[in-house]
């Protein structure tokens, strides 16, 4: 980064860290990978040891996070859904709860 502004840019996905070191899969999502690029693409590049790097979610990683949850089979996580739902059985509660 010179000044602020995006040399290189591509998306991956951090597997393990162990202290300053990373572990990760290359180029899993397409972006563009530069403030000037015009075009995405999901390709690895290569960046010198030492490379600042950042971490942030991506759309793709909150929706997959989402979809995930919507899901889940484990009844003890309560998931909020829009509309009209019928709850039936035995049903245990805690926390702030909201009832209308």
């Known amino acids: ?7 290189k840019r591509e998306i991956v996905r951090i597997t393990s860290r162990t202290g300053d070191v990373f572990s990760m899969d290359r180029a ?3 972006c ?4 000037t690029a015009t075009t995405q693409t999901a ?11 950042t971490m942030k979610l991506t759309a793709k990683q909150i ?4 979809q ?9 996580n309560l998931v909020h859904k ?9 049903k245990t ?3 702030n709860n909201t009832h209308t």
């Open 1 to 7: 980064m010179a000044d602020g502004i995006v040399i």
């Open 28 to 30: 899993v999502e397409e």
């Open 32 to 35: 563009p990978q530069s403030n």
């Open 43 to 53: 390709n690895a590049l290569e960046f010198d040891e030492g490379t600042f790097v």
């Open 63 to 66: 929706d997959e996070a989402y």
């Open 68 to 76: 995930e949850m919507l899901v889940d089979d484990d009844t003890t």
């Open 82 to 90: 829009s509309g009209t739902e019928t709850v039936t059985g035995a």
């Open 93 to 95: 509660f805690s926390g």
